[in-house]
């Protein structure tokens, strides 16, 4: 318990403290310090304010949610709480509910430019998801891959990049791509538009359950987020070697986003799938999707390097990446986590149609949502989707499905990995320094068929241009708009 004079100098060094959070940790700290600050006294307005604004940096957008709504409603003219309502809807997907905080605040601050901006900035998008909805309920929605003629588009003379061999991603052309894009030069849009449409084709046999044997010989490395650190995935590439049939790799979604370099990842790991169907492997994360491409930087960046049309063709080829992998019958890969309800089977997860966004609930939105929690049972979300599981669920799935372990990634961790549920639910995460800010270690894992026990290899960020992380991220979401 804390005297007054306690109370106040935790709030002056809970003032302190948030004025310049840098680092994860901080935010941590400050919603230590917030959530103690609250329990004497819960009726102050800027206390939930600031723990919101520090959820939002935190990704926590459910809790930043329940915050602000509870800053608002202990002070009607408490602005920030507004703004901070608006932008962890917005983060939800939830555009209508954001721009009626919005609207409260052009209509209380009417001489308010930057309030002015964001509600016609919000009010744009919502009039651009309605639009979206009319057409899609109008006619089945025709395919970007049928209305583009590649044969017919040249490439210029004056383009010294390379070029896919006789229609054919190689390993000569791989190598050239990432040479060129390292050097921050633009693919040619023929070359990127052949990939797309090739790797939707292999994309949509595969089943939404791939299935994998390792022999005993056998290695593979399993990577978390990339996050559009195009010289972070360089970086891997350098340590652990490129990709090839004797070195499979398996990426576990969240190759977009954030980042500023996304395009550069992800044609990268799209030109690798193409040359080694069998022994390369992408799986869908929360970030392959409209709602967060459109909020956090990749839909900018396709619109900014090629055309809108072309973010709609990576738009429907994310949608055929596979939901979850497994290994050797043992090991069980996905993207978020198990699942909101009991019972669920591997079966159940191969029947998922997956050919669309995820919806707000259910076993596919599960997969690429949930996270983990220490306690046994199951809570809300941190998140505002999906749910957090506890080791007792984790146990359960494990037995009925007669799986050891499952893998994921979703949420950075300050070593790159952690093991948690008695070593049966493990994150990956390799994103090193995450936005260049949380200062967290990069990792991958190798698993061998032998004996499938994971081994954990760390690795720190590396240089990369001057472009800052989401420079090409909705207004709205950029820092210092919150
Ligand atoms: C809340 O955060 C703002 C910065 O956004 C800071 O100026 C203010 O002092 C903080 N208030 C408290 C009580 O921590
Ligand atoms: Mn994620």
Redesign the pocket.
């Known amino acids: 318990t804390l005297n007054y004079r306690g109370k106040r100098n935790k709030?002056n060094y809970?003032?302190v403290?948030?004025?310049f959070p840098v680092s994860d940790k901080d935010y941590e700290n400050a919603i230590k310090y917030?959530t103690e600050?609250l329990e004497i006294n819960p009726d102050?307005a800027?206390?939930f304010?600031?723990r919101s604004?520090a959820y939002l940096r935190t990704e926590c957008y459910g809790y930043a949610l329940a915050d602000a709504t509870h800053a608002v409603e202990l002070d009607k003219n408490y602005i920030?709480g507004y703004y901070r309502r608006a932008t962890s809807n917005m983060a939800l997907g939830k555009f209508k509910a954001a721009l009626k905080d919005y609207e409260t605040v052009v209509k209380v601050r009417p001489n308010d430019k930057d309030a002015k901006m964001k509600y016609q900035e919000c009010s744009k998008i919502v009039k651009q998801k309605a639009f979206e909805r009319a057409i899609a309920s109008d006619e089945l929605k025709r395919s970007v891959v049928d209305s583009l003629d590649i044969e017919s588009m040249t490439i210029e003379d004056d383009y010294c990049g390379p070029k896919l061999e006789d229609g054919k991603v190689t390993l000569t052309f791989m190598k050239e791509m990432m040479k060129w894009f390292k050097e921050q030069k633009k693919l040619h849009r023929k070359c990127a538009y052949q990939i797309l449409v090739q790797v939707k084709e292999v994309l949509a046999k595969l089943p939404s359950l791939v299935e994998i044997t390792l022999k005993e010989a056998d290695k593979i490395t399993i990577c978390g987020d990339t996050h559009g650190q195009y010289y972070d995935l360089l970086n891997i590439f350098e340590l652990n070697g490129l990709p090839s049939e004797t070195n499979p790799y398996l990426f576990n979604g969240d190759f977009v986003d954030r980042g500023s370099f996304s395009v550069e990842v992800i044609l990268t790991l799209f030109g690798f799938k193409l040359l080694y169907p069998d022994c390369f492997h992408l799986l869908r994360g929360n970030h392959e999707t409209d709602n967060m491409n459109q909020m956090y930087g990749f839909e900018g960046e396709v619109k900014a390097k090629y055309t809108p049309q072309m973010f709609e063709l990576f738009s429907e080829v994310f949608q055929w990446l596979p939901l979850a992998q497994c290994i050797n019958g043992k090991v069980l890969v996905m993207h978020g986590g198990l699942f909101s309800e009991d019972g669920i089977t591997l079966e159940d997860i191969r029947k998922i149609n997956r050919n669309r966004q995820p919806p707000d609930s259910g076993p596919m939105c599960d997969l690429l949502w949930s996270d983990p929690q220490p306690q046994d049972g199951r809570s809300v979300s941190k998140r505002g989707v999906s749910c957090q599981f506890g080791p007792d669920v984790t146990r359960k799935f494990l037995e009925q499905n007669k799986l050891e372990y499952i893998i994921r990634s979703h949420e950075v961790k300050a070593e790159g990995y952690e093991v948690t549920h008695a070593g049966k639910c493990i994150t990956v995460f390799s994103a090193p320094n995450y936005c260049d800010q949380i200062g967290n270690k990069g990792a991958y894992i190798h698993l061998r068929g032998s004996n499938l026990i994971p081994e954990f290899h760390q690795f720190t960020a590396v240089p990369h241009p001057n472009v800052k992380p989401m420079a090409y991220a909705n207004t709205l979401m950029q820092l210092g708009m919150m």
Request: charged share 5%.
């Open positions: 709030c809970i003032t403290y948030c004025n917030y600050a102050n800027i206390y304010g600031n604004l920030k």
